[in-house]
């Protein structure tokens, strides 16, 4: 069973910043387009940002600029840094592994918290 493990949620105030981090295997690291979702309470699941394989980036237009999506391929992990937060960052970010265009594994969720 595929594991995506996270961590780097919490409550940050309006302006600060937080690093998400998930940590995967290597076999599914070194094939896997990796990314980060979020789902806010009320709306649907979207993509925050994501990284191929071979370290190609695309971001949502409400994060560019603020959020900053890497991989470390020594470390088989790929982080979110968020930046400039705002209160409508606030949601569960689930961190995805999609492999070769087909199959979607998922981490557990983790809360960020906008708010002053």
């Known amino acids: 069973q595929v594991q995506l493990v996270e961590s780097g949620g919490g409550l940050v105030q309006p302006g600060g910043s937080l690093r998400l981090s998930c940590s995967t295997s290597?076999?599914?690291?070194?094939?896997?387009?990796m990314g980060w979702y979020r789902q806010a309470p009320g709306k649907q699941r979207e993509l925050v940002a994501r990284?191929?394989?071979?370290?190609?980036?695309n971001y949502a237009d409400s994060v560019k600029g603020r959020f900053t999506i890497s991989r470390d391929n020594a470390k088989n992990t790929v982080y979110l840094q968020m930046n400039s937060l705002k209160p409508e960052d606030t949601a569960v970010y689930y961190c995805?592994?999609?492999?070769?265009?087909?199959?979607?594994?998922w981490g557990q969720g983790t809360q960020v918290t906008v708010s002053s």
């Open positions: 995805n592994a999609n492999v070769l265009g087909t199959v979607d594994h």
């Open positions: 990284a191929s394989h071979g370290g190609v980036t």
């Open positions: 290597r076999s599914i690291f070194s094939i896997a387009a």
